[in-house]
């Protein structure tokens, strides 16, 4: 992967120029960079403000000011955007260990309100934002944009930032919370590139019903075929490794091997024009729940050390990335003749951001709690807020989406196009900058029982200091079920869905796909190790 990542940077001119010389200044800055954001996230971890993500950005920014100065403005071009870096290399590794981490327990309680708010609270705030900027910015004389301008900017300004969403909330703290703002934010990253790559397939000026039957169809097809395809793919990675046995002649194949088949479910979901976030989200959750058991106890603890480690490189690179590049002066100077109208744009655009999500945040969390039979399942007043609060934010996705509907080449000579963008990068900075400081105390505010429960580790979600191989590690899924009662009638299952289908996929899973996939309980035999072979003769 970095050696990709560094290929397809000089190949896009991203470090500076062509030349070796040029090309080892630019990647040793980049990495003295990653450090020094290692370093001072580090020193910050218990500050309530700033967080890793706003470290990296102030970074980016500082060192983008140095340059600008040292070349008196003449680099314009010593970082690019280029969306198919953030897809192809940054994104996959970020999500899949989201996925592979996850407290799948928590998730798949609140799957139903996750996919209520990622898919549908999704579409109304899309058609909100789209609303409000055919409204507003049709009288604003800002370029020629048409139509599917104004809607593409709906489906960009949908997307929130679950990676940053991970740097500001703790599922240990905030459980709920945590499962609710991030499992939305994959559904939510999802539905926006998907919602995206449609609208740029579609005829907009002759829409009717059965153009819109026909997107919702492809919609749900591209929804279902991501899930399906990540679900497949851990399960095949799950097979292989079980029958294989792997970790008898190497733990080197086994840590490839899950991570090869990772990366592969993405790049199938892109071949197949899927979704691949869908797509890698879920396979991180199979993995995790079959094959992380499959392999040897060296072979665990590797895999999460790796992949955490990963997720956190390719965080840091990216807000590093978004900083500097915002710094970028070439789209600034074709926006610079009315400075005044492109920070009314940007502050009209924040303004639909927090209506859009308002929009769906309460009114959605109100018929969720309707499903809700006791008090503490039910979504408060407070917590509300926090949701609507913490998904404010946007980041690279939205940044990658304007780039590919408003850019070519990572500039514009178009007026109304050159303005999008750098309304689309001051939105994103505002937003992580502020919305992302204040998250944090307002939690503390709002929720202040939660900030009892802080325990002396980092309250860092990717911190690697909790026991790997201790019984509740992998899948929480696996609780004990001896308290859960067996439904008797319709009426049970209606009453309590979540632990009735929780108690049937537990016998469906304990029947059928353990022992085919392996999982929980499947020791796999390695030679030389006491460990493996105690677990293994006690079973």
């Known amino acids: 992967m970095g050696l990709g990542l560094v290929a397809h940077l000089v190949r896009l001119g991203v470090l500076g120029s062509t030349s070796d010389h040029a090309s080892v200044v630019s990647i040793n800055l980049f990495v003295a960079l990653l450090c ?9 971890e218990e500050n309530r403000w700033v967080n890793e993500s706003i470290t990296a950005l102030i970074i980016g920014l500082c060192t983008g000011v140095v340059i600008l100065l040292t070349t008196k403005g003449k680099s314009s071009h010593i970082l690019v955007f280029s969306e198919d870096l953030f897809f192809i290399y940054l994104l996959p590794p970020i999500i899949f260990n989201a996925g592979f981490q996850v407290k799948k327990k928590q998730f798949f309680r609140n799957f139903m309100t996750i996919t209520l708010f990622g898919a549908v609270g999704t579409m109304i705030s899309f058609f909100t934002i789209s609303i409000g900027a055919i409204a507003i910015f049709s009288r604003m004389n800002i370029g020629t944009l048409d ?4 809607l593409a900017i709906g489906a960009i300004f949908s997307a929130t930032d679950s990676v940053c969403t991970l740097q500001v909330l703790n599922q240990d703290e905030t459980p709920l919370l945590y499962s609710l703002v991030f499992g939305e934010g994959v559904v939510n990253d999802a539905t926006s590139v998907v919602l995206f790559n449609a609208l740029q397939n579609f005829d907009l000026n002759h829409i009717d019903a059965a153009v819109v039957l026909k997107f919702l169809g492809n919609f749900c097809y591209l929804f279902l075929s991501s899930t399906f395809l990540g679900v497949f793919t851990g399960l095949l990675s799950a097979y292989v490794i079980k029958k294989l046995y792997i970790g008898r002649h190497s733990t080197d194949r086994e840590v490839a091997l899950m991570m090869l088949m990772a990366y592969l479910s993405y790049m199938l979901a892109e071949l197949l024009d899927l979704s691949g976030i869908l797509t890698v989200f879920f396979c991180g959750i199979v993995m995790s729940h079959y094959t992380w058991h499959n392999v040897t106890e060296s072979s665990r603890v590797t895999t999460k050390h790796a992949f955490a480690t990963l997720s956190f490189i390719a965080e840091t690179f990216l807000f590093l990335y978004v900083g500097m590049d915002a710094l970028d002066i070439e789209k600034w100077e074709f926006a610079s003749d009315s400075p005044g109208k492109s920070i009314g744009i940007s502050s009209i655009l924040l303004g639909l951001v927090l209506v859009g999500r308002a929009a769906f945040v309460f009114p959605l969390s109100f018929l969720s709690n309707l499903t809700k039979k006791t008090p503490l399942e039910k ?3 407070r917590q509300q807020i926090v949701i609507w609060w913490a998904g404010l934010m946007r980041g690279a996705v939205s940044i990658a989406l304007a780039y590919n509907k408003f850019t070519r080449s990572g500039h514009t000579e178009l007026h109304g196009n050159a303005i999008m963008i750098t ?3 001051t939105v994103v900075l505002f937003s992580t900058m502020v919305f992302g400081m204040m998250t944090k105390p307002l939690i503390r505010f709002l929720l202040p029982a939660s900030s009892n429960t802080v325990t002396s580790e980092p309250s860092s979600p990717k911190s690697l200091h909790s026991p790997l191989l201790t019984s509740m590690q992998g899948s929480d899924l696996e609780a004990p079920t001896a308290n859960i009662v067996r439904p008797s009638s319709l009426r049970m299952l209606l ?3 979540t632990h009735t289908v929780h108690y049937y996929w537990r016998k469906f899973d304990d029947a059928l796909m353990r022992p085919m996939f392996g999982g929980r309980g499947f ?15 006690g079973q």
């Open 36 to 44: 020094a954001c290692i370093v001072l996230g580090h020193l910050l």
């Open 147 to 150: 139509v599917g301008d104004f």
């Open 423 to 425: 309304s689309t990068i």
């Open 523 to 537: 020791v796999p035999f390695s030679p030389g190790s006491p460990t493996e072979q105690s677990v293994h003769g």
């Open 379 to 381: 979504i408060t007043w």
């Open 495 to 497: 009453s309590k869905p």
